[in-house]
C-alpha cells in the first residue's frame, strides 16, 4: 500500500512536472522505483493517471475566463440570455482536433505501450533526446521570429500537428508538455503561445485518460484507496497552481535551454544510478 507521505510526494511531483516539460509520468515511474512502493499494478496504473485529474482543476481555475465559452448577455430586447463566444467556440474545436492522434493511437496501444515502455532504460532514454530536441529546437529559433503569437490564430493544420507531438508523449520520459511545446515552437509558435495551447489541450486530453483509466479500474476501490487518490489529486492541484504561473513568468525572459540541460542530466544520472543497481544485484 502507499503510505500518506509517498501520496504526498507524488503530487507534489505531479504538481511540478506535469506542466514543466521534464516528464511527469517518468518522474512519478523514479519516485516509484527509489520508494520501492508496494502497490497493486492495477491501482498503480490508474493512480498515476487519474492524479493529472487535480493538475487539470488548476488549469481550469486560473484560465476559466479563457475557456469557458458561455456568457450571460442582457439585452433590452431579450433581457437576460445566454450567447457562445465564436472564438473560443473555434479554440475549442481546434483542441478537438489536437486530441485526435493521441487518442487514437492511446485507445489501439496503450496497454502495449504500459507492459513494454514502462521502464527506467526507456524514460532516461527519453529524457536525454527530448532534452538534446530543446538544445537544438532553441538555438534554431534564436534567428527566427515566431509566426503563431495567439491561440487565436493558431490554424487547422497546425492544430493537427501540435496532435501529432502529443501523440509522441505516450511514451513515457517523453512529457506530454514538452512534446507540445516543442513541436509548438518547431512550428513557429511563441513560447507563450505554445504553453498555453499546451494547458488548454490537457483539459480533455487528461481528463478523458482519467476516465479511461478510471473505467477500465472498475468499482474496487479500498477507503484507503479512494483517500490516497484524492488527497494526491489535491496536492497535484495545489503545486499545479505555482508550477504554472512560475513558467509562464520564467519564459518571459528565458528560453527553454535550462530544461532541455536538466533532462539530460537526469537522464544520465538514472541511467547510471540503476544500471549499477543492477548490477550488484
Not at 493538475?55 to 465559452?69: D, H, S, T
Request: proline share 2%; net charge positive.
Amino acid at each position: 500500500m502507499l503510505t500518506l507521505v509517498e501520496v504526498i510526494i507524488l503530487g507534489i511531483v505531479e504538481g511540478i512536472t506535469e506542466w514543466l516539460p521534464i516528464s511527469s509520468t517518468g518522474h512519478m515511474l523514479l519516485v516509484y522505483k527509489i520508494f520501492n512502493i508496494n502497490e497493486t499494478d492495477p491501482f498503480w496504473s490508474m493512480f498515476l493517471v487519474v492524479i493529472q485529474f487535480g493538475a487539470i482543476l488548476a488549469v481550469i481555475l486560473m484560465y476559466f475566463n479563457r475557456l469557458w465559452p458561455f456568457h450571460r448577455v442582457h439585452a433590452k430586447e431579450r433581457g437576460l440570455y445566454k450567447v457562445i463566444d465564436r472564438k473560443k467556440l473555434i479554440m475549442w474545436l481546434k483542441i478537438v482536433v489536437s486530441c485526435i492522434p493521441a487518442m487514437v493511437v492511446g485507445l489501439t496501444i496503450d496497454n502495449w505501450i504500459e507492459d513494454h515502455f514502462y521502464n527506467y532504460v526507456v524514460v532516461s532514454i527519453m529524457l536525454i533526446v527530448y532534452g538534446v530536441l530543446f538544445l537544438i529546437v532553441e538555438n534554431r529559433n534564436k534567428t527566427r521570429k515566431p509566426e503563431t503569437t495567439s491561440i487565436d490564430s493558431i490554424s487547422w493544420g497546425l492544430a493537427f500537428m501540435i496532435g501529432i507531438f502529443q501523440m509522441l508523449a505516450i511514451i513515457p520520459g517523453t512529457s506530454r508538455s514538452g512534446a507540445t511545446i516543442l513541436g509548438g515552437i518547431l512550428m513557429g509558435m511563441s513560447r507563450k503561445c505554445a504553453s498555453e495551447y499546451t494547458f488548454f489541450l490537457a483539459v480533455p486530453t487528461m481528463l478523458g485518460a482519467s476516465v479511461l483509466k478510471i473505467a477500465k479500474f472498475g468499482n474496487n476501490f479500498t477507503m484507503d484507496q479512494a483517500m490516497y487518490l484524492v488527497l494526491g489529486m489535491a496536492v497535484a492541484f495545489l503545486v499545479s497552481i505555482f508550477a504554472i504561473r512560475f513558467l509562464m513568468k520564467y519564459i518571459r525572459s528565458h528560453d527553454f535551454k535550462a530544461f532541455g540541460w536538466y533532462r539530460i542530466v537526469l537522464g544520465v544520472i538514472v541511467l547510471i544510478a540503476f544500471a549499477a543497481s543492477a548490477a550488484l544485484a
